[in-house]
């Protein structure tokens, strides 16, 4: 794939994980790279997103409590989530968009037990 992740995994309610994308072999340059996430039953929702300038946004479910970050030589995006409670268990999807398709990658499970 061309967008690939890691770093899911099982934690503890009020524990941390950091997911990691990278998007090295997606051309052209990625403008908006993201993380969204899906839960069973639900549709896929925005976590976190930060443009090339470093611009950010976040779902008001996770502020203050999720980072996103992002290397533009690397073309890689983390996702640093703290705090975490049983309602963010999903899987994890990073997006990449350029001027000419969005990419995704394969997902990753991330489960938090009370």
């Known amino acids: 794939g061309y967008l690939v992740e890691s770093g899911g995994g099982l934690v503890q309610a009020g524990g941390s994980l950091r997911l990691s994308c990278d998007g090295s072999?997606?051309?052209?340059?990625?403008?908006?790279m993201g993380w969204y996430r899906q839960a069973p039953g639900k549709q896929r929702e925005l976590v976190a997103t930060?443009?090339?300038?470093?611009?950010?946004n976040y779902a008001d479910s996770v502020k203050g409590r999720f980072t996103i970050s992002r290397d533009n030589d690397k073309n890689t995006v983390d996702l640093q989530m703290n705090s975490l409670k049983p309602e963010d268990t999903a899987v994890y999807y990073c997006?990449?968009?350029?001027?000419?398709?969005?990419?995704w990658g394969q997902g990753t499970q991330v489960t938090v037990s009370s």
């Open positions: 997006n990449g968009e350029t001027v000419i398709r969005d990419y």
């Open positions: 072999r997606v051309f052209p340059v990625i403008n908006t």
């Open positions: 930060v443009t090339r300038g470093g611009t950010t």
